[in-house]
């Protein structure tokens, strides 16, 4: 069994900024793919930014150049930080990961954190 725990969420102010981490743990697992995803109330999960395992970032449209994914090997995590935040990026964030090399569709990851809600306020 592959646990992730996302943490780092919270409240923040428009054009703020949060770093959100996901810790992996459990059995042996290698992860060719790290990302995440996000959901706001009533709408569709969405893709977010991902990570291959060498390193290879992708990011939505509508986080580029605002939000940053990065890995942190010694802790076994993938954090993205998150700056210039708008109302529209509150939602709740989930970490997920995939033994393949995932891309957008949610469907291409394996395993899911419980989330981590991001509020930004006006």
């Known amino acids: 069994q592959v646990q992730l725990v996302e943490s780092g969420g919270g409240l923040v102010q428009t054009g703020g900024s949060l770093r959100l981490s996901c810790a992996a743990s459990g059995r042996t697992f290698s992860s060719n793919t790290m990302g995440w995803f996000r959901q706001a109330p009533g709408k569709d999960r969405e893709f977010v930014a991902r990570m291959w395992k060498g390193g290879i970032t992708l990011y939505a449209d509508s986080v580029k150049g605002r939000f940053t994914i990065s890995r942190d090997v010694a802790k076994n995590t993938v954090d993205p930080q998150m700056n210039s935040l708008k109302s529209e990026d509150t939602a709740v964030y989930y970490c997920?990961?995939?033994?393949?090399?995932?891309?957008?569709?949610?469907?291409?990851?394996?395993?899911w954190g419980q989330g981590t809600q991001v509020t930004v306020s006006s």
């Open positions: 997920a990961a995939s033994t393949y090399h995932a891309n957008y569709a949610a469907s291409g990851y394996i395993y």
